[in-house]
């Protein structure tokens, strides 16, 4: 029997892959059915998957050992093992690219929400990046620097970025027409408002509809302008999300801004947990910040 690779689960709904399917148990197998099996009624493959796929969604910490139990379960719940996929150790990061480098169109196709702490190493971040191109979903929060431009083949819809931290060229201008930006329609900002407030070409990405930036307290006055820029280019843009420390108000960028689309949110230091949010299908910054805007256009109209 091969040896499993195993990976670590962060959570309940972020799923890290414990089992590469290039290196599964060569004993899952359907066996044939002996004379006593064949005795016992069994259920229809379409109400077993149903099953198996319900209790997979509710307790992912037990896929491991579900695809273990035949090679038709294997292949129903093995994609979702690999849906959402958080790396913050580099050890983890680098058990998962054996796995993403054994089965690259199984990962391509497979691989839907990634997210890439600072910890990961520039070489594997690449690496992983080149081979997971249907994400849907990307965080990417790295140390050391990755070029925007050579990141071609990935159109993510939400994305989250330290453009400064993953491209040091990109201090000065972010090129928003480059291929990662060519779908986004949630975009976080997470450099320091000195870089990001200095930037423009926001209106360049066609699906853009809301846009996060982080900010202190008392820098208001000073982005007003740039903010004001953002919103009269961005006609198509739904929400405006500044993310500032504290107990802010909602509506305190509404009230500044003099725009309902503006929603102001606690920035959180720990960006994982709104992270798990996305992931889970629960209630994440996003879906907080359009209820506050409907809610604000209610109140103005």
Known sequence: ???????????????????DP?????VIHDAPHSESTRRVARLPYEIE???????????????PSLILVARRVQ???QPMLYDSVTLYEPKTAEKFLLAVEAKPSFCATHVKKLCLSGLVRRDHAERILHVCTGLTHLASWPVDSLSLKGITDLQPQHLSLNAT???STTRASVNFRLPLFSHVTHLEITDHWSAWSTWSGFDSMPYLTHLGFRLGNDKFSAVTPVLHDILDSCPRLEVLLILVAGSPCPSLA???????????????????????????GESDRWAQATAIMHEQQSKSD
Not at 3 to 15: E, G, L, R
Not at 22 to 26: D, E, R
Not at 268 to 275: A, E, K, V
Request: aromatic share 10%; glycine share 2%.
């Open 1 to 19: 029997m091969h040896s499993v690779p195993c990976f670590k689960y962060i959570s309940k709904a972020i799923v890290i892959p414990q089992h």
């Open 22 to 26: 290039q290196f599964l148990p060569t």
């Open 165 to 167: 931290r993953m491209d």
């Open 254 to 280: 509404w009230k500044v801004l003099g725009d309902n689309r503006c929603v102001c949110l606690p920035c959180d230091r720990d960006r994982s947990g709104d992270w798990e949010a996305t992931v889970k």
């Open 49 to 63: 998957r149903m099953i198996f796929e319900l209790v997979s969604n509710e307790h992912p910490d037990m896929i």
């Open 75 to 77: 292949v129903w719940i």
